[in-house]
């Protein structure tokens, strides 16, 4: 068995795909999947650090890719294009080029972006004066912007930037950084707990949980970090705040939507069904976690980390008991899944969880509504991110089994940094060879079936 995660049924074999069906873990095979298998197939290249791929609505012909670096690429037709859609390299916080979780982050298109050309970025840049205690200086100021095309759509206009909303930022870590239009018509973001460890360091507030001295997951009034946020970007000034957020009217900031994360680096909306939001949140030390998230939930950081009760004074021990729900009455939620981090002394090979997107495409038969994501790798220093899918199956635990992938039988063979979805359905996914913001080895890859040879 070559992962040791806590749930889930396994199959393996080096050449052939198995996926979980609606009656639970079973092998899919003959006339189901046609007798093809599924590889990803390169779709481009020379990128510095992709970290994730959008498109605009009603556009089929570009695909959109958020290179952490600091540019917006292109892809139309096909083909990469010479010219960054967006360039904000000059505006952000020197990236360290080893590792680092800052950068450009997000990109969303506005619904309407065919006719009024708006989008939204999330961005780091240089700290503003002060911090969040004496002595100790803020690390990076994270901004979230509109922008408006120019008159050459594949060029944005770098002057028409509107700053939305801005953070102090404690530390370089734990950034959150997904934007993505709800089917509501509001502007979704995920916001880490602003970095360093276990939500205990300076800008780190405490909160209701006294014995784990922290911290901005459970708080609700001092800052927006450790959270999900909802906004309304076509009223207000600079924003709006949808009338049934959870927090309008009672004590908290009105833009937070659910609460209680550590680092929801990547989330996504089911482009089908009942559109869930799913998200992923990035563990400490033992367990990493994908969750459904709905208006008002507290998904437990720093009190829980996935399911099990956690110790910010040795984050490796959990402790024996803890609340099962907040201040407020909230339960605090668990996750859908649950993956063991790398660290884990039970067994893992996940330094990060990485969430994806559920399949609505037509070109892989029988995964129709099956949820996939990922890992960034097995370890930090090795390049071999791993592919999962998942059946949701409501609130409960959903299982999950791996993929693999006809020329990548055992791993992708990358750090797999994010994921992507076009207006067909069909899925991305943005790797690097190089674990941090550097080089040129990011590439981007469809999933796609193949045919066996002798099927013609």
Known sequence: MRVNFSIGCRFFAA???????????????????????????LIADGFVSPIGLVTAPDDNSRLFVIDQAGKIWIIKDGQKLATPFMDVTSKMVALTPGYDERGLLGLAFHPDYKTNGRFFVYYQLPPRAGGPQAGVNWNNLSRISEFKVSANMDVADMN??????????????????TLAFGPDGYLYISIGDGGAADDVAPGHVTDWYTPNAGGNGQDLDSNLFGNFLRIDVNSGSPYGIPADNPFVGKPGKDEIYAYGFRNPFRFSFDMGGDHKLISMDAGQVLWEEIDV????????????????????????????????VDNLGNPLIDPVIEVNNWKNPAGGKATTIIGGNVYRGKDIKGW?????????SQSPTT??????????SGAGIWTYDEINLKSHPDDVGYYLKGFGQDNEGEIYLTVSSILGPSGNTGKVFKLVTVKNEDDH
């Open 293 to 324: 998230v709905t208006k008002g939930g507290n998904y437990g950081w720093n009190v829980k980390e996935g399911r099990h009760c956690f110790n910010a004074a040795a984050d490796s021990l959990p402790t024996a008991s803890c609340p099962s």
């Open 160 to 177: 028409s930037e509107k700053v939305l909303l801005e953070m102090d930022d404690p530390q370089s870590n734990h950034n959150g950084g």
């Open 383 to 392: 390049a071999n991110g791993e592919l999962f899918m998942s059946q949701p």
């Open 368 to 376: 129709d509504g099956k949820y996939i994501f990922g890992t960034f």
């Open 15 to 41: 050449s052939t795909l198995f996926v979980l069906m609606l009656t639970g873990c079973k092998k899919n095979d003959g006339p189901k999947n046609n007798n093809k298998e599924v590889d990803m197939q």
